[in-house]
Nanobody, 126 residues
Framework: VQLVESGGGSVQNGGSLRLSCTAS????????MGWFRQAPGKGREGVAA????????IYHDDVKGRFTISRDSAKNTVHLEMSSLGPEDTAMYYC??????????WGRGGSWSPDYEGQGTQVTVS
C-alpha cells in the first residue's frame, strides 16, 4: 500500500491550503483515513481523521473550525482543507490510512497508530 500526499507548500499567515492524499495498492475501502503533523522539535500529533467509512470526523482542538477533512471513499482519497493558517501550523503533514473503522484510541483518551502512512508534505506558514 502506498499513500501519496500533495498540496503542501508555503503560504502567508492567514492563508489557505488544500492537502490531498491518494492510496494505491489496496482494493477495499479504508475504514479510516486522516492526517498527522510534526513540527521541528515537536512530537507527532493527529490533526484530523475521517472514520467509520466517512460517516464521522475528529479534529485536534487547535484546528477545529479552521480545517476540514473529507474523503472520496470510492478512490481511497482524503483531503484536508486548511484555512486561517498561522505559523503554528508549520509542519510536515502525513497522510494515514487504517483498515479499521475507528482511529485507534483517538477520542477515547489515547492515540492512533494507523496501518499505513505517507512520506509527508511540508506546510510552511510565514
Amino acid at each position: 500500500v502506498q499513500l501519496v500526499e500533495s498540496g503542501g507548500g508555503s503560504v502567508q499567515n492567514g492563508g489557505s491550503l488544500r492537502l490531498s492524499c491518494t492510496a494505491s495498492g489496496y482494493t477495499d475501502n479504508f475504514g479510516c483515513m486522516g492526517w498527522f503533523r510534526q513540527a521541528p522539535g515537536k512530537g507527532r500529533e493527529g490533526v484530523a481523521a475521517i472514520y467509520n467509512y466517512g460517516l464521522s470526523t475528529i479534529y485536534h482542538d487547535d484546528v477545529k473550525g479552521r480545517f476540514t477533512i473529507s474523503r472520496d471513499s470510492a478512490k481511497n482519497t482524503v483531503h484536508l482543507e486548511m484555512s486561517s493558517l498561522g505559523p503554528e501550523d508549520t509542519a510536515m503533514y502525513y497522510c494515514a490510512a487504517d483498515r479499521r473503522y475507528f482511529p485507534g484510541q483517538w477520542g477515547r483518551g489515547g492515540s492512533w497508530s494507523p496501518d499505513y502512512e505517507g512520506q509527508g508534505t511540508q506546510v510552511t506558514v510565514s
